[in-house]
């Protein structure tokens, strides 16, 4: 975690315990592991129901650029090969063109939403903003009941998101 975030304690602690909807507490946890020789990086999960949910590390997502098809070496032997198209494919396709995302990317997005007003980001174009803004408790049922209509917009993980919160907020 960066100076900006602080400890990964403190944010977990804030992201869990301050603004986690009410009605998701205790079902939602974030995780964030580090292994000796990662050079600084971590691998950031989101458990709901005791369940891993969704990665956020280099790994998954060169992981993910392999599996579809986007790295032209689809067998890659050892680490160099394993890497070698990283860079090029993480500026080719953004954000919003893929379904993994970076430890980086998770951060940035972390800061962003903390910075900003939770209306800008629950319409945010970074679907990670959007990812945290769906879960705080300061969206309320009035904001939800819009947001039913932006569910099947979402990318296909954060949709699985969106339904949990409306269903735990707006079941009664």
Not at 21 to 47: A, N, P, Q, W
Not at 57 to 62: A, H, R
Not at 75 to 102: A, Q, V
Request: aromatic residues 14%; positive net charge.
């Amino acid at each position: 975690m960066g100076k900006a975030l602080g400890s990964w304690s403190g944010m977990r602690k804030y992201l869990e315990q301050e603004m986690l909807s009410e009605t998701l507490k205790g079902r939602v946890r974030y995780g964030c592991t580090t292994y000796v020789g990662m050079d600084g990086c971590h691998i950031f999960e989101i458990c709901i129901d005791q369940k891993q949910f969704k990665r956020f590390s280099w790994e998954t997502v060169n992981t993910y650029f392999i599996e579809n098809g986007y790295a032209q070496n689809k067998n890659p032997f050892g680490t160099s090969e394993y890497w070698k198209e990283f860079w090029t494919l993480i500026e080719k396709y953004s954000l919003n063109n893929r379904t993994e995302y970076t430890d980086e990317e998770f951060c940035n997005a972390l800061e962003l939403y903390r910075k900003q007003d939770i209306q800008n980001s629950i319409y945010s174009s970074n679907p990670l903003v959007r990812m945290f803004a769906v879960l705080d408790r300061r969206v309320g049922k009035r904001t939800l009941e819009k947001l039913k209509n932006e569910v099947k917009k979402q990318p296909y993980w954060l949709q699985q998101i969106y339904r949990l919160r409306i269903s735990a907020e707006l079941s009664d």
